[in-house]
Structure formats: structure tokens, C-alpha cells
């Protein structure tokens, strides 16, 4: 299998001028762990994850380091340290080495990428473009899902999300954080929906899918925001 086979397409993203508060706002509201950061051209600049927002001023969990290390260590650190804890800009905060993969990657090798990086997702680029995202959960959904399965029957599976993948994405009422798993032609549903007729709507288009058995409907709607933990 290879990335193209279990990335999340449809990938929520953030500008490098996004405010760090709505960031973590819209990391809750989409139970997601971390946001790419495009640029106005559409380049991928950088990558916004729950450990980027870990050290902060207004949870008081910013780094403290000892008077000794503040009066006779090395200002830079320090200077570094006041910048990711303080700023409200994401240009400042965001990790900007990011490790990446094509659609064409094999899943072992990307496997390889997330454990000698340390790292839990890999964005998915083609010409330039984020197209997609790989993170540990999916291999979970790899797992769980063809477990038993084997040989064209794997393949044809395979053939149903990427089917069913496409014929939501061409829909403006499409689930956002879209994810798909098939397994014997019975497909798992995963995504966030604003409402029961855009439920409805998903599970119909993907009733006429060719191959599809059965649909388990794991979509669900965000909670609702009330404000920075």
C-alpha cells in the first residue's frame, strides 16, 4: 500500500499570519493534532502541532529556567524560548523543518519517516501542493480495517476509497477531515459534518459507490468552541 491509499485528503490548513489562539481553537473543533501553514501561494511553509502549543503564557506553562542558566547562560535560548511561549503569531511558533512524502510513498517508508523523525504525521505533497495527510491514526485504520483481508481483495478495496473518496470531494457539502476505510466492500465512514442532512447526503453518495456493501457512519459534528483551555 502506499500513502495514497489512507491519507486524509481535504486537509484543514492555516495561513503563517493566523492568530495562535484561534490555531489551538480550531485543533479542538477538529480533534486534530496539528495544522499545516500554506502561504499565499499555496506553498507548504511550516507545520502548527499540539507541541508547538504546549509552552504558553496564557496556560502558564512556559519554559522556566533557573536564575543561575537567565544571568550567566547563553541569550539566545532564552530569546527563542520568550518567542514561542509569547507570540500570538503562528509564523512564530510553527515547526518550519517539515518532513514530507508523495502520494506515491510507500506506507513502510512512511513508517520508516514518523519513527526516525519522532514525529506523528507526514503532509503529502504533489507539484508543490499539500494534497494530503499521513498520521500514525492511519495506520490504526490499516490495521483494524484489512487485518483480514488479502490479495484482490485488498486491491479492490483500495479501488472503493478511492472511489468513494473522490465522489465526496466533489461535493460542496463534503464531510471536512475526511477519512475512509474499506474492508470486503463494508466502508467506515470518519469525518466532521455541520449538519444531519449533509449526514444523509455522505452516506447516500456513498451507498451508490460501485462496490460499496454497507456504510458505518462514524461522522460526527465539532463541539463547540467556548474559548482557550
Excluded at 36 to 57: A, K, N, Q, T, Y
Excluded at 114 to 132: A, D, Q, W
Excluded at 158 to 181: F, G, H, K, Q, Y
Aim: net charge neutral; proline share 5%.
Amino acid at each position: 500500500m502506499k500513502a495514497s491509499d489512507v491519507m486524509v485528503s481535504n486537509v484543514i490548513t492555516v495561513g503563517p499570519n493566523a492568530n495562535v489562539a484561534d490555531v489551538a481553537r480550531l485543533l479542538l473543533a477538529n480533534r486534530i493534532s496539528a495544522v499545516p501553514v500554506i502561504d499565499d501561494e499555496g506553498r507548504l511553509i511550516g507545520i502548527v502541532s499540539e507541541g508547538d502549543l504546549m509552552r504558553r503564557v496564557e496556560a502558564n506553562t512556559e519554559r522556566r529556567r533557573s536564575w543561575f542558566v537567565e544571568q550567566f547562560g547563553a541569550k539566545q535560548p532564552l530569546a527563542a524560548d520568550y518567542v514561542k511561549s509569547h507570540s500570538p503569531h503562528v509564523s512564530d511558533i510553527m515547526t518550519r523543518k517539515v518532513i514530507t512524502a508523495t502520494p506515491d510513498t510507500a506506507l513502510c517508508d512512511i513508517a520508516s519517516l514518523l519513527e526516525s523523525n519522532g514525529i506523528k504525521r507526514v503532509p503529502i505533497m504533489r507539484g508543490g501542493k499539500v494534497v494530503g495527510i499521513v498520521s500514525r491514526a492511519n495506520f490504526l485504520q490499516v490495521l483494524a480495517s484489512n487485518a483480514k483481508s488479502a490479495g484482490p481483495a485488498l486491491a479492490r478495496d483500495s479501488e472503493i476509497r478511492r472511489d468513494v473518496i473522490a465522489r465526496l470531494n466533489a461535493e460542496p457539502w463534503r464531510p471536512t477531515m475526511l477519512d475512509v476505510a474499506v474492508e470486503d466492500g463494508i466502508v467506515d465512514l470518519f469525518g466532521f459534518i455541520q449538519t444531519e442532512d449533509e449526514r444523509r447526503a455522505a452516506r447516500v453518495a456513498v451507498e451508490l459507490t460501485p462496490g460499496v456493501k454497507f456504510v458505518n457512519d462514524h461522522l460526527s459534528v465539532p463541539p463547540a468552541i467556548t474559548g482557550l483551555v
